[in-house]
């Protein structure tokens, strides 16, 4: 797909799914629920969604956003994967 093919997100984005993976313990679901207050204030807590794996190591962890735009996104992103904690970001 190029580009010009690729699916557009029109701002503001309502129920936009931030799915964040990692080590499954409180300090990861803290770090998440923490950049997510900060970056997208008012997000509905009711519709977290949180799994683990099967061997209970690993936790994804689904929040849904007001996407409000690129720069808000980027900086959700880059704040999660700084963390030792996270191993991927969608």
């Given at each position: 797909?190029?580009?010009?093919?690729?699916?557009k997100i029109e701002f503001p984005c309502p129920d936009y799914p931030v799915k964040v993976m990692?080590?499954?313990n409180d300090e990861m679901t803290a770090l998440v629920m923490?950049?997510?207050?900060?970056?997208?204030?008012?997000?509905?807590r009711q519709k977290i969604t949180v799994k683990g794996s099967s061997k209970g190591r690993f936790q994804s962890i689904t929040v849904f956003i007001t996407a409000t735009g690129v720069p808000q996104l980027e900086r959700i992103h880059q704040t999660l994967v700084a963390s030792p904690l996270i191993k991927l970001v969608l």
């Open positions: 797909m190029t580009e010009k093919d690729a699916p990692g080590e499954a923490e950049v997510m207050t900060l970056e997208a204030p008012g997000f509905d």
